[in-house]
């Protein structure tokens, strides 16, 4: 098996079809694909529609909502290809991503993960690699302390404004919506950490390749188009404890920090 793609499904069931389709229709040039679907418990009879449009489609149902690096992992372990593909529902492929990104993967052997640029839906640059978080990020990013110079000096910083993204080049980590991953990195860096139920386990998984020597790259010159809604940022800062998102958010960033510390690797 040439890529295994492994989407998580949570009541959002038009996307994954969507996301389906754009992969089934794009140019694998004689690659060997599969594709797993995970549905972390939405009740909204995915499994009956895919084993009727499409019955080559591994489908797994979970009995419970685990979370987007849990949800993720039960596809990951089952999968059987040289090249890992990890898609959120909202995002759509473009006819050559996939050949493309395995093209660059199977050039260069050191690299262990990469991302495609991602465009949102009006054709607009989306910010998809960044520099590691500092204390204060989540903090700049999520309330009117971002506003002034200091705090937009630092996000700045975070999503990585002072580069052409129209470069390849390494990065500290890639937004987990489409991650094109290497099978035998994984299996040396270790699955997504189960303690991030959401966000921060992309950060946490990039992290943990680094330290495994393995590179994590950014390649804008492949594309795909992801309609993405920050919900963790939806809401103004005070309406926290009424948003279940933010609330996620802040626990993961404190669990990243109980794991890591306050001390950063290099940036690359």
Same mark, same amino acid.
């Given at each position: 098996?040439? =890529?295994?793609?492994?989407?998580?499904?949570?009541?959002?069931?038009?996307?994954?079809?969507?996301?389906?389709?754009?992969?089934?229709?794009?140019?694998?040039? %004689?690659?060997?694909?599969? =594709?797993?679907?995970?549905?972390?418990?939405?009740?909204?009879?995915?499994?009956?529609?895919?084993?009727?449009?499409?019955?080559?489609?591994?489908?797994?149902?979970?009995?419970?909502?685990?979370?987007?690096?849990?949800?993720?992992?039960?596809?990951?372990?089952?999968?059987?290809?040289?090249?890992?593909?990890?898609?959120?529902?909202?995002?759509?492929?473009?006819?050559?991503?996939?050949? @493309?990104?395995? @093209?660059?993967?199977?050039?260069?052997? #050191?690299?262990?993960?990469? #991302?495609?640029?991602?465009?949102?839906?009006?054709?607009?640059?989306?910010?998809?690699?960044?520099?590691?978080?500092?204390?204060?990020?989540?903090?700049?990013?999520?309330?009117?302390?971002?506003?002034?110079?200091?705090?937009?000096?630092?996000?700045?910083?975070?999503?990585?404004?002072?580069?052409?993204?129209?470069?390849?080049?390494?990065?500290?980590?890639?937004?987990?919506?489409?991650?094109?991953?290497?099978?035998?990195?994984?299996?040396?860096?270790?699955?997504?950490?189960?303690?991030?139920?959401?966000?921060?386990?992309?950060?946490?998984?990039?992290?943990?390749?680094?330290?495994?020597?393995?590179?994590?790259?950014?390649?804008?010159?492949?594309?795909?188009?992801?309609?993405? %809604?920050?919900?963790?940022?939806? @809401?103004?800062?005070?309406?926290?404890?009424?948003?279940?998102?933010?609330?996620?958010?802040?626990?993961?960033?404190?669990?990243?920090?109980?794991?890591?510390?306050?001390?950063?690797?290099?940036?690359?």
């Amino acid at each position: 098996m040439d =890529i295994s793609f492994v989407i998580v499904n949570y009541k959002s069931k038009g996307l994954t079809l969507n996301c389906i389709q754009s992969i089934k229709a794009a140019d694998f040039n %004689n690659l060997n694909i599969e =594709i797993i679907v995970v549905d972390n418990n939405s009740e909204d009879s995915l499994g009956e529609i895919l084993a009727w449009q499409y019955p080559d489609i591994i489908f797994i149902q979970n009995n419970c909502n685990s979370g987007m690096g849990a949800g993720n992992n039960i596809g990951l372990k089952r999968a059987r290809g040289k090249y890992l593909v990890v898609m959120n529902p909202d995002t759509l492929a473009m006819p050559n991503t996939f050949k @493309e990104l395995y @093209e660059y993967m199977e050039s260069e052997p #050191g690299v262990g993960m990469v #991302g495609p640029k991602q465009f949102n839906p009006d054709k607009t640059v989306q910010d998809s690699c960044y520099r590691w978080h500092r204390l204060v990020t989540p903090i700049f990013r999520r309330t009117f302390l971002g506003i002034g110079p200091v705090g937009e000096k630092e996000i700045n910083r975070f999503i990585m404004k002072d580069y052409d993204k129209s470069n390849i080049r390494d990065v500290d980590w890639l937004l987990g919506s489409c991650l094109f991953i290497r099978s035998k990195a994984l299996k040396d860096a270790g699955f997504f950490d189960e303690k991030f139920f959401l966000y921060f386990e992309d950060t946490d998984l990039c992290r943990r390749f680094w330290l495994k020597k393995w590179r994590v790259v950014y390649n804008p010159q492949i594309s795909i188009i992801h309609n993405h %809604n920050r919900e963790s940022a939806r @809401e103004p800062w005070y309406t926290f404890f009424l948003n279940a998102a933010s609330r996620r958010h802040v626990i993961s960033w404190w669990k990243y920090l109980l794991k890591w510390g306050l001390k950063n690797p290099a940036s690359h």
